[in-house]
């Protein structure tokens, strides 16, 4: 284990949860030396106090040896709020519907940060029937590829996995699809807000020169 509960952080959540530390002792059934022991870098709490630790703190033993306390917000599970992560170790993706602790290997991922395509990175949507065809302009080799793509409705994920030297296209669903999100292994997460009335035409597309220009007269036009 390359990581353990701190002194700093037992103390935090004691403070935080307003208690002392005999109360603290009390719970765990350790004297109040003890837990100042802890808090003052002076001894570990041993394993098996891990669990009983977190309970006392209400939180999970990740939590706990991470440090980083996970309040989700996201009550209403509105999947239009998804994260997703990715290990840069090993490829494995990780979807969630709030904030969420989330390891892999070893490293506590942290969640992707979508930005809107570039020039790099067209897509290209097309209505077939009652799917969306999405299309991706973006080499597929095997050191530089999309790896995944999925789309995204208030209460549904739709996620297909691609790989290196396949196609970057995929076939979703088009019922309440209002974003759509792209993974480049190498430029990360890319994203496109499915346009109102975009189930009327028969192609929509990203235009990263049209954004692109506006977002100069605006600047020029607001500094």
């Given at each position: 284990m ?26 765990l059934?350790?004297s ?12 570990y ?5 891990l ?5 006392a703190?209400?939180i999970?033993?990740?939590?706990l ?5 996970v ?8 999947m239009?709020?998804?994260?997703f ?9 990780i979807?969630?519907?709030?904030e ?9 991922l942290?969640?992707?940060?979508a ?9 290209f949507?097309?209505r ?14 095997k ?15 739709q996620?297909?996995?691609?790989y290196p030297?396949?196609?970057a ?7 309440g699809v ?6 480049c292994?190498?430029?990360g997460l890319f ?11 028969e192609?929509?597309?990203d ?7 506006l ?9």
């Amino acid at each position: 284990m390359n990581q353990y509960v701190t002194g700093a952080v037992i103390k935090g959540l004691r403070e935080k949860n307003r208690m002392t530390q005999l109360q603290l002792a009390d719970r765990l059934g350790v004297s109040d030396k003890t837990v100042s022991k802890w808090e003052t870098g002076k001894g570990y709490p041993d394993i098996t106090l891990l669990e009983p630790i977190a309970e006392a703190f209400r939180i999970s033993v990740a939590e706990l040896i991470s440090g980083a306390t996970v309040t989700n917000a996201n009550v209403s599970a509105n999947m239009l709020r998804s994260r997703f992560y990715v290990c840069p170790v090993c490829g494995n993706i990780i979807h969630s519907m709030g904030e969420a602790l989330v390891h892999c290997h070893g490293l506590q991922l942290i969640p992707l940060e979508a930005e809107h395509s570039d020039e790099g990175h067209m897509i290209f949507v097309e209505r077939a029937e009652d799917e969306y065809l999405i299309q991706i302009d973006h080499p597929m080799t095997k050191s530089h590829y999309i790896s995944f793509i999925a789309a995204l409705s208030s209460d549904g994920l739709q996620m297909i996995k691609l790989y290196p030297e396949g196609e970057a296209q995929a076939r979703v669903k088009i019922s309440g699809v209002k974003k759509i999100f792209f993974y480049c292994n190498r430029d990360g997460l890319f994203c496109l807000d499915v346009k109102k009335g975009i189930d009327d035409r028969e192609r929509s597309y990203d235009d990263y020169r049209e954004r692109l220009e506006l977002e100069r007269a605006a600047k020029s036009l607001f500094g």
